[in-house]
């Protein structure tokens, strides 16, 4: 029995250093990596706007009264010239007829006027022949002279009355026009403030009592763009936007105007920059919120890789103070290092770097292959990795 304990012992001993080893072992290293890939890269400023029409028309009232009668409504197609509302016309109807009786009145007392002067001229003439035969005495021609001349500056008078009571007319019939309001633009109406029997007022402004865009077909979105970024929005730009209405749709759009007007709200300046969107689909309404993204500089079909290999270093030694430096920093040095994948080992790669967008990065030059694996993260453990995109997992040697 002595015996066989003697002998067991060594293999229990080997066991037990065995189990220790095991169990304090250092746990393998792997490696979390990226292929380097070929595609676009594209540099944007995210801002939020509003779908509006190109253009869009206010049709409003000069004159003041009750609708009488109503054509147009929301979305109805108008058309230059159409009717679309009507104030009651009577009241304006009573100014012209008022205005035009006034008239034919002035020129009455024109033509009244006109014959007398020509009694008086043919009376002065008169009193002048017999003055020269003693007839009459020179008083009584004075007085035939004084009366041609008041003869004729009442004509004169008169005369400018007529053309006073023109005018009066006139303006009573554009007032009368003015009751009928209608659509100075071929479009659609995209909103109704009016109805039948409601009072116009239009002493102190003119009221809004419909809006109609000239084509829908054609939107814009107007955007707030920040004093920070607008340095580098230019007109023809490319963007991109999505409305909550079509959350899994992208619209393009293009830069068509940068405004000098500022904005500022609490302090806060803003921009607003113009988007044109081709809309023959008609799916976008004005009035939505776009959160839009502009393209401010773009490479497509280059070699890039992901911005967090860039970060990397193995071991974590400096990996916190590689992260924490500011992408814009590194890009402007145009120099970086990657760390790739060989035979199970990571290998120190120089590149020249060009476009960032945050997420890759455009590679300029460098001994980088389309395809390469790089290191983006190490960790040691059986645990898995967490998901994300396409970062596989690599075993070191």
């Not at 293999?11 to 169990?23: I, N, P, T």
């Not at 002067?117 to 004075?142: C, F, H, M, P, T």
């Not at 990065?361 to 645990?383: F, H, P």
Request: aromatic letters at 4%.
């Amino acid at each position: 029995m002595r015996v066989l304990a003697l002998l067991l012992l060594p293999a229990l001993l080997a066991a037990g250093g065995a189990a220790w080893w095991l169990a304090h072992r250092e746990p393998p290293l792997r490696y979390l990596t990226a292929p380097v890939t070929r595609g676009d890269v594209a540099r944007s400023i995210n801002a939020t706007g509003t779908v509006n029409p190109v253009m869009t028309v206010i049709v409003g009232s000069y004159v003041s009264g009750v609708i009488q009668s109503q054509s147009c409504d929301y979305n109805t197609r108008v058309h230059k010239g159409q009717s679309c509302a009507r104030i009651d016309p009577r009241p304006y109807q009573m100014v012209v007829d008022e205005n035009a009786a006034q008239l034919a009145v002035a020129r009455a007392q024109l033509r009244k006027d006109q014959a007398a002067l020509d009694y008086a001229g043919i009376n002065e003439a008169r009193q002048a022949r017999l003055v020269g035969r003693g007839v009459v005495s020179q008083d009584a021609v004075d007085t035939a002279r004084s009366a041609l001349a008041q003869a004729r500056a009442q004509v004169v008078l008169d005369q400018a009355a007529v053309r006073e009571r023109e005018a009066s007319l006139q303006a009573a019939r554009v007032n009368l026009g003015y009751t009928d309001i209608v659509s100075p633009v071929d479009g659609t109406v995209v909103s109704r403030n009016v109805t039948i029997g409601q009072t116009v007022a239009a002493s102190f402004q003119t009221p809004t009592l419909f809006l109609i865009a000239t084509d829908l077909t054609r939107m814009q979105v107007d955007t707030n763009v920040s004093e920070s970024d607008i340095g580098s929005v230019h007109e023809g730009d490319a963007a991109r936007f999505s409305v909550e209405a079509y959350p899994s749709r992208v619209f393009d759009a293009r830069v068509v105007q940068v405004r000098q007007a500022p904005q500022s709200v609490q302090n806060v300046i803003t921009y607003d920059v113009v988007l044109g969107v081709d809309n023959r689909e008609l799916l976008l309404k004005p009035g939505m919120t776009a959160t839009v993204s502009i393209v401010t500089a773009e490479r497509r079909g280059v070699l890039r890789v992901p911005d967090q290999a860039l970060r990397f270093v193995p071991g974590g030694v400096g990996t916190a103070a590689a992260a924490s430096a500011p992408a814009p920093a590194r890009q402007a040095a145009g120099q970086a290092r990657v760390w790739v994948l060989r035979d199970g080992r990571p290998a120190a790669v120089a590149l020249r770097t060009g476009l960032d967008d945050d997420n890759n990065t455009e590679v300029l030059g460098g001994a980088l292959r389309q395809g390469d694996e790089l290191i983006i993260g190490e960790q040691r453990g059986s645990a898995a990795p967490s998901a994300g995109g396409a970062s596989r997992l690599r075993f070191g040697m």
